[in-house]
């Protein structure tokens, strides 16, 4: 697939298996689960559950690998953690969780046949991947794959997510943006979390976006009201362009047709976990 095809149906595929990945991160069959083993801290169980497959691991490498949370928040979390619930029974936790998770929200349609084709192209997505430059993600591919077509579908498409995070990170450090920069201009964008839930999850303290907003007006990439500038726009295109070209590389792998099956077949069952609930639209901006 021409390099330009495969950055165009990149996005679009993260598009519609984001939402298939990120139910983990809000649904109460994960939630109970991890408060029932010990982890009753939202947070804290956030943080495990991501990281459980680099091992038990210190809160240095969590903030290198998560990026844009304050590390305050992550020391307060990790190492604490691996002292309440080991790694791998988190991993057990939040596969299963994960899965159920995934079945309530798609009712009948969890065992579609069209469920069963994306599962197996997603994971061929998947291994085409290479890990070079991708710490998180080369930590969740160690992980054996899954039974069963609804979870091989989660798993595949948290890899892809991670793979394209470990891209964006690496983007992100090139154009000289810190963790709260990075998500100062996203939030600036209009299109991810509302301000007040940004700064709650991500843990950053008011007069720390102040902060970080006031270096980033010094530097012309946000005008006097916190929107971004005609720099700050040209900013943000290019980390999403070059995001979107590094994370391309599974998609021309598998080739275009089968790029764009998956597309067009995640689409319903996306649709249906979002009018299901999976992910709570409220925690989100309009723009």
């Not at 490498?61 to 791998?88: D, M, Q």
């Not at 994971?123 to 430059?133: L, N, S």
Request: a negative charge.
């Amino acid at each position: 697939m021409d390099r330009a095809v495969a950055a165009e149906v990149a996005p679009r595929c993260h598009r519609v298996l984001e939402p298939l990945h990120a139910v983990v991160y809000f649904a109460p069959e994960v939630e109970q689960s991890f408060a029932d083993a010990g982890l009753d801290d939202d947070r804290m169980a956030y943080f495990a559950g991501r990281a459980a497959p680099l091992g038990p691991v210190g809160a240095g490498v969590v903030s290198a690998t998560f990026y844009n949370f304050n590390p305050r928040l992550v020391a307060r979390c990790i190492p604490k953690a691996w002292s309440l619930v080991e790694p791998a029974e988190v991993l057990k936790l939040r596969f299963a969780g994960a899965e159920a998770a995934l079945r309530r929200l798609l009712g009948d349609a969890a065992d579609a046949p069209e469920l069963t084709e994306l599962a197996g192209l997603v994971r061929e997505a998947a291994e085409a991947c290479t890990p070079e430059g991708r710490p998180l993600f080369a930590a969740h591919a160690d992980l054996p794959w899954p039974d069963g077509p609804v979870a091989t579908l989660w798993h595949g498409a948290s890899l892809l997510r991670e793979h394209r995070g470990d891209g964006h990170i690496g983007v992100l450090v090139s154009e000289g943006l810190s963790g709260i920069e990075a998500l100062v201009t996203h939030i600036a964008t209009g299109k991810g979390f509302r301000l007040d839930v940004a700064k709650r999850l991500r843990g950053w303290s008011d007069e720390e976006w102040a902060t970080a907003e006031q270096g980033l007006r010094e530097r012309e990439i946000l005008d006097a009201d916190g929107a971004l500038t005609e720099q700050g726009q040209a900013l943000r295109a290019r980390l999403e362009e070059r995001t979107d070209e590094v994370s391309s590389a599974p998609y021309r792998m598998i080739g275009e047709d089968s790029a764009r099956r998956i597309a067009e077949l995640a689409k319903p069952f996306t649709r249906t976990v979002l009018k299901a609930g999976g992910i709570p639209q409220e925690l989100f901006a309009r723009g």
